[in-house]
């Protein structure tokens, strides 16, 4: 109809229907979008509203053609329509009420519809975003919480173990530091020993320790801070009161090393980096009690080792105290011993003496000459062991010397002939003595306690000579030195006992026959001559003592 060309420019899709709700007219905006039209039933069918509250089982009250149509007034509604390919389409439509027609206007709103649907999609996924964000922020923050915490604890155990690696204070300072001097950035950290108001520098790291144990005081606020046991983190100038200030800032951080209520010093770290303390206070702070522990137990070991040393160095005086008082009551009573028996020999020698003499002279008056040469024999021979009597009283006497309290000048070689000379029952018809004497000067000595180390020595090699045997004595003068060499081919010297025969009680005798002091007391008295005492020996071979005395 040409009345309603008008329409025929319109964008939106018009259809007319008359007062019967025949079609009467459609443009073709509209004839382009619903394609698949045929009548306004099946148009109302396939469409329904975007959104419809009602409950109804009359199925034609869903569909807003039916009330566009059906409606007396002017009708609005969004609709969403169904095509024949299942696409649906969101439409604005409006229904205008005009004489015997009803003039329906269809207005596409799909994409403005898509739009606010994908607006609303992108509100909740900005919403999911920014749920997302803040949920990455939380787990960010504790990740790097549980990074520095990671951090933490392995830096904590680190030194830890560094320090239960050690006993040594000093190594324990210095493990400590080096790990905070890393950590902090520090270009200089040192450990200072509390010493009343003021502190001495023990240990230092990344930079020079003065020889002398360098003494320090700090300013009052931090002293106040450090009697609080509490960290001092400053920008300062000054390292300390009186010291060098420096060209800039610099973080000073100073932690008080306290065991209970005890300050036992502080830790000093010096760094040109400017930071914040957080959580770093709780490793400085955990450091500070494993290394006040470590310091403890340290000092408490060492004074133990002291302890131990001082015991052990008494032990070792009262054992020398003891060979030298049994030594000493030993050479007394001897001493007691000879005199006694030297006078009781003396006595009736002088009278066989004495009478020797006579005889000797009555032998001319006797006639007889078979007598006489009879007489005059058994004289010789009663002279000769008068004399050999008062030869070993003599030496008796000159073996003891118990009065020669100060150093004496001696001929070893003489010392060593009185010394064989006593001992002659040992090695009379046994045992060869080989002398290599060489030509050595007079030397001063305690005669006496060096008899005794040859008899003691000489002794022992008769009687480590089965049946019979060689013993080899050399002596020289080398390098201002007196060397006595006594060599003996008896059974000679089990190699796992040779580091023990100068102890005190050892004895390689069998129980009762060795006090195991002999050799112990040897070695004291050439160690009183500022000498040494060695054996070398290889069992089934025999042995070598070698005693070297300084002449000086």
Known sequence: MKKFDIFRQFRDAVIILNRKQEVVYRNHTFKRWFKDFTNIKKLSYHSSFDICPLNSENIEIYSPIYHAVSSKENFFARISYQSELNRIFYYDLQAVKKGNYTIIFFTDVSAQNKLNDTSKENEKLKEKINKLVEENEDLQKIKRKAQSQAIRIALINKVSNNIRESIDISQILQSALKELALMFGAFKA??????????????????????????????????????????????????????????????????????????????????????????????????????????????????????????????????????????????????????????????????????????????????????????????????????????????????????????????????????????????????????????????KCFPNMLNQVFTNILINACQAIEGSGKITITTEFKDKKLIVKIKDNGRGIPQNQLSKIFTAGFTTKGAGVGTGLGLAICSKIIEKHNGEIIVNSEEGKGSEFIITICSE
């Open 190 to 443: 040192y450990y200072a020993e509390a010493w009343g108001n003021d502190f001495i520098i023990k240990e230092v790291y990344g930079g020079k320790k003065s020889k002398n144990d360098k003494t320090i005081q700090f300013d009052v606020l931090t002293s106040k801070t450090i009697a609080a046991k509490e960290i001092s983190v400053s920008n300062s100038l000054t390292e300390f009161v009186n010291a060098k200030p420096f060209k800039q800032p610099v973080l000073r951080i100073i932690v008080p090393v306290h065991h209970m209520q005890n300050l036992m010093g502080v830790i000093v770290l010096l760094s040109y980096q400017k930071r914040e303390l957080n959580e770093e206070i709780e490793i400085l702070e955990a450091i500070s009690s494993q290394l006040s522990n470590a310091i403890t137990r340290a000092e408490l070991y060492q004074k133990n080792i002291r302890t131990v040393n001082e015991l052990k160095n008494t032990l070792k005086e009262l054992k020398e105290t003891q060979i030298q008082l049994i030594n000493s009551e030993k050479m007394a009573s001897l001493g007691q011993l000879v005199a006694g028996v030297a006078h009781e020999i003396n006595t009736p020698v002088a009278s066989i003496k004495s009478n020797n003499g006579i005889v000797a002279k009555l032998l001319g008056s006797i006639e007889d000459n078979e007598l006489k040469e009879m007489l005059t024999d058994i004289n010789e021979i009663d002279k000769e062991a008068v004399n050999r009597i008062s030869s070993i009283v003599t030496s008796l006497k000159k073996f003891v010397r118990l009065d020669e309290a100060e150093l004496q000048e001696a001929d070893i070689n003489k010392e060593l002939d009185l010394t064989l000379e006593l001992i002659r029952h040992e090695t009379k018809n046994r045992i060869e003595v080989i002398k290599n004497y060489g030509e050595i000067p007079v030397i």
